[in-house]
């Protein structure tokens, strides 16, 4: 029996710290609609990379963390959260071989259907829906996937994250 040896594990916590910082940071008032959902992206690539280590029980987690940090409804992101790493975790897969564009829209899917439980859970709680704006983060986060998609491969590579 081979012993496996996780390797990494503060490289993943430093990314997912950094997507924190990027959604807690002010932004313009025009942009706060466009900001990409950070932990979310950060979250489906992990999922993807290593879903062993991140999975859905990081989302949940991730999420009550997020719930906290916004103020939202808590559990509001968590379940959202564990959702889209479920989903990402049960497509890993196929997305891992689809070309960019591929990616790019299966992204967006995972995106939308994040949005799409917090929206559900807004509506349940009594909030009415923002107007069309609310979709904009799945557009910005379908804009920035590539490139967090490289830097992220290139930062696992380059710190042996196993």
């Known amino acids: 029996m081979r012993v496996y040896q996780q390797r990494g594990g503060w490289i993943i ?9 990027l959604t807690a940071m002010p932004v313009p008032e025009w942009a706060a609609s466009w900001r990409p959902t950070w ?6 690539y992990w999922c993807m990379e290593l879903p062993e280590r991140v999975g859905i029980g990081v989302g949940w987690t991730l999420g009550l963390l997020l719930d906290a940090l916004t103020g939202a409804l808590l559990g509001q ?4 959260m564990s ?3 479920y989903l990402a975790v049960k497509t890993r897969c196929q997305i891992r071989v689809f070309a960019t564009v591929q990616q790019v829209l299966v992204i967006s899917l995972l995106l939308a259907s994040y949005l799409l439980m917090m929206l559900f859970v807004k509506a349940m709680s009594g ?4 107007d069309w ?4 983060p ?25």
């Open 133 to 136: 704006v609310y979709a904009a």
């Open 83 to 85: 959702v889209t790493a």
């Open 13 to 21: 916590i430093a990314t997912f710290l950094a997507a924190f910082v």
């Open 77 to 80: 992101h968590a379940l959202a």
């Open 39 to 44: 932990v979310a992206l950060v979250l489906v």
């Open 138 to 162: 799945v557009l910005s986060g379908a804009l920035v996937w590539p490139w967090l998609f490289a830097l992220l491969k290139k930062v696992r590579r380059r710190a042996h994250v196993s």
């Open 127 to 130: 909030i009415p829906p923002q």
